[in-house]
Nanobody
Framework: QVQLVESGGGLVQAGGSLRLSCAAS????????MGWFRQAPGKEREFVAA????????QYADSVKGRFTISRDNAKNTVLLQMNSLKPEDTAVYYC??????????????????WGQGTQVTVSS
């Protein structure tokens, strides 16, 4: 079965940077869109960023455009989220996810079928 393991979360001051990593196994990695989502306390899980199976296409939530960069290494079955200029409102648990369908690029939460355990990101003011 598909397994996703996130790492790289932590505590950082506003304006700082973190890089999240997600290692995937149990799937043909280079055939699926990968996404990052986040969930803050008391809020619903929301889309952050996604990357196409080849890495040639990306999409971002408006709230993170220009600050976050998603990338992938298909040789290592890994997807990264570089987060710069972090703000307190970026505080959340961040989840890596795999799209349910090969070679389809959508970013709706319900289109993603496998999820990691999440990694906490806390940005202090």
């Amino acid at each position: 079965q598909v397994q996703l393991v996130e790492s790289g979360g932590g505590l950082v001051q506003a304006g700082g940077s973190l890089r999240l990593s997600c290692a995937a196994s149990g799937l043909t990695f280079n055939s699926y869109v990968m996404g990052w989502f986040r969930q803050a306390p008391g809020k619903e899980r929301e889309f952050v960023a996604a990357i196409s199976w080849s890495g040639g296409g990306t999409q971002y939530a408006d709230s993170v455009k220009g600050r976050f960069t998603i990338s992938r290494d298909n040789a290592k079955n890994t997807v990264l989220l570089q987060m710069n200029s972090l703000k307190p409102e970026d505080t959340a648990v961040y989840y890596c996810a795999v799209h349910k369908t090969r070679l389809v690029f959508t970013t709706y939460l319900t289109d993603f079928g496998s999820w990691g355990q999440g990694t906490q990101v806390t940005v202090s003011s």
